[in-house]
């Protein structure tokens, strides 16, 4: 049976759950990409392990597609010694409101401490953390928030170049689509950084003012300045009709080649979350440039910072006793 705790950890994350950066704290942040630090340390080397999570079990509930992101998250909790269980959900045939909530009952009843979910809907994640006795870590939820990929960003830039605050960050395409654009924009706002949003007129909503940044509708125009690009998918799943001329006119205008690239600051690095679309958003070559492209580092912070969130989680999960009654309905 998992441990009980009745008292939370002493660490500067006092939640037990971590549902989107809206609402987090620039000290919550720092302390959390300050543990992650210490995990890039401990994964890169080949004695070292951690057993934060020893005899705890935690649940990948992925109710849309994903590779880097469950992987990453399942690595993570492994290395810190947890049972892990994956479950992959297809929603297709399912009314999803019903399905959500019966299986946020179903898992709790399963006593896990930690649960990671992914799913299409926006706030579907936050609705199923208010169900269930585990600390929720939310995974992406529609076009909502991704609060470990911004994360994984910006210990990406502050390992780089030393801080966040101050920096000039472009967020390049699918803005209106994309829940990394708007956990990205609030974290960076927090940490004293400048952000601006580029991408077509129909692929930016007029939100985004409000969001306090820049937007700009010419990439050359708006690379002007820019330390860090980071461009992001077009998310065709999530588009209804058509936003996009096609995608050989899409690249000419705001596909990142060296050419557009020139534009932002001389030695301006180039980021993005993944999956790519080489050549529609990003030149391939330019992708995999050593020198400027920090694309396979996002892919190792992913794993420090996830190790870190759910470490810092874990402190402040109260199960119930055995016996207890466990389910929260209403
Ligand atoms: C992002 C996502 O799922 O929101 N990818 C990821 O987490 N690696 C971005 C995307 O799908 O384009």
Do not use: W
């Amino acid at each position: 049976m998992t441990e009980s705790k009745t008292h939370k950890g002493s660490s500067l994350y006092q939640r037990r759950h971590l549902l989107g950066i809206e609402g987090l704290t620039a000290q919550e942040i720092g302390y959390l990409l300050d543990q992650a630090d210490k995990f890039v340390t401990l994964n890169r080397s080949a004695k070292e392990t951690s057993d934060s999570l020893k005899g705890r079990t935690v649940i990948n509930l992925f109710f849309e597609n994903s590779t880097r992101t469950r992987t990453s998250f399942e690595i993570a909790a492994k290395r810190m010694g947890a049972d892990v269980v994956n479950m992959s959900v297809a929603t297709s045939s399912v009314k999803k409101g019903e399905t959500l909530l019966d299986t946020a009952y179903t898992l709790n009843a399963m006593h896990p401490s930690l649960i990671v979910v992914r799913h299409n809907e926006s706030g579907a994640v936050s609705l199923l953390s208010q169900k269930v006795d585990a600390g929720v870590l939310n995974a992406g939820d529609g076009r909502h928030e991704h609060p470990t990929q911004a994360l994984l960003d910006a210990l990406t830039i502050r390992r780089r170049l030393g801080t966040l605050s101050g920096l000039t960050v472009a967020l390049c395409g699918d803005i209106t689509h994309s829940r990394v654009a708007r956990s990205n924009i609030l974290l960076l706002n927090t940490m004293g950084a400048r952000v601006r949003v580029i991408a077509p007129p129909t692929l930016v909503s007029s939100d985004m003012e409000r969001m306090g940044v820049e937007i700009h509708t010419d990439m050359r125009q708006g690379l002007k300045g820019c330390d860090i690009v980071m461009m992001l998918r077009l998310q065709m799943e999530r588009m209804q009709g058509s936003f996009v001329p096609s995608t050989r006119e899409y690249y000419r205008f705001f596909g990142l080649d060296a050419e557009k690239l020139s534009c932002a600051k001389p030695n301006a690095l180039i980021m993005h979350p993944g999956p790519m679309n080489r050549g529609v958003e990003i030149d391939s070559e330019l992708a995999d440039d050593e020198d400027r492209s920090l694309i396979r580092t996002q892919v190792e912070m992913g794993v420090a910072v996830r190790m870190a969130c759910m470490e810092a989680l874990i402190e402040n999960v109260v199960l119930p006793e055995s016996g207890e009654e466990r389910f929260k309905h209403g």
